[in-house]
């Protein structure tokens, strides 16, 4: 069933008893893209869909009591760590596409506590193979001179290509925007900020970016903020986090008049959706 969905699991512990509490997130809410007449279905100017490759690497995941960015930088002081790769420089590699994994690196039980504010730290560089079909019709995702994801090409012959997508910004303006505030999710919100990885500085503002992009990012930190907070007492075994990429995890975009089957902005990486649970020990 897991590998039948590719759902990428994050093992911090190993699953050991029964009982389990899971709760779903969602990175952005872009619209699938569209199976019936128009990929690019109402104003939408972006879709997401399955690819057939998504590599990413993961730093360090933890909990904290209280919200780490609540400043200019991430403030670990409230935190236990739960993941931390073994590879500082370039974190754990997998590609999140093929299935269960465990992440190379030291994987810790959490601090008991009561915790709010999950986060993870991720490269901001993110490599896909994607192209979606629909009725006899296929988009390929191409890449440019240098690897970086660029042009889809439609119905063309040529096959998909492995292409690189780095996320310097997160609106289309001059400045440099590096915070994605507020998605919601079942269950909580979540935060994502470009940073430096130097001292973990959020890259933001008109002081902090060129020509429409970031400068100084090479991580994206991501902050949940949940409803109801996590209670690790002494009867919880286990913590995971599961990436889940199925209808997520590459992109086409357009700028022709919408509703339309147009990808005329090219494509790249997308957004992933995932959960996290704590697993207990069953009540004696």
């Not at 809410?29 to 690019?40: I, M, Q, W």
């Not at 670990?76 to 073994?86: G, I, L, N, P, W």
């Not at 994605?180 to 940073?195: K, S, V, W």
Request: net charge negative.
């Amino acid at each position: 069933m897991l590998n039948l969905f590719k759902i990428i699991t994050l093992s911090i512990l190993s699953i050991l008893i029964l009982s389990s509490k899971s709760f779903a997130v969602t990175a952005e809410s872009v619209k699938a893209c569209g199976a019936g007449t128009n990929l690019f279905e109402g104003t939408a100017t972006a879709c997401r869909f399955t690819p057939q490759s998504y590599k990413a690497s993961v730093y360090e995941m933890g909990l904290c009591t209280v919200n780490p960015m609540a400043g200019a930088s991430l403030d670990r002081s409230t935190c236990t760590k739960v993941f931390t790769a073994t590879d500082l420089v370039n974190g754990s590699a997998h590609d999140f596409a093929l299935g269960d994994v465990d992440l190379a690196g030291a994987s810790t039980r959490p601090d008991n506590g009561i915790y709010k504010f999950p986060y993870i730290i991720l490269k901001n560089v993110f490599t896909i193979k994607a192209q979606f079909a629909k009725g006899s019709d296929t988009w390929f995702v191409r890449k440019d001179g240098s690897g970086a994801c660029d042009a889809v090409i439609k119905n063309s012959g040529s096959a998909a290509q492995e292409c690189t997508s780095s996320l310097v910004q997160f609106a289309q303006t001059a400045a440099c925007d590096g915070e994605y505030l507020g998605a919601r999710f079942e269950g909580g919100t979540l935060n994502g900020y470009l940073m430096r990885s130097s001292d973990l500085d959020k890259r933001d503002g008109s002081g902090e970016g060129n020509a429409g992009s970031c400068t100084g990012v090479d991580r994206l930190v991501g902050v949940m903020e949940l409803d109801t907070s996590l209670d690790i007492n002494p009867s919880v075994m286990s913590f995971k986090f599961t990436f889940n990429v199925t209808g997520y995890g590459a992109q086409m975009f357009t700028s022709a008049a919408r509703p339309n089957d147009n990808a005329n902005d090219g494509g790249g990486s997308g957004p992933f959706s995932g959960f996290f649970t704590v697993t207990e020990a069953p009540q004696q």
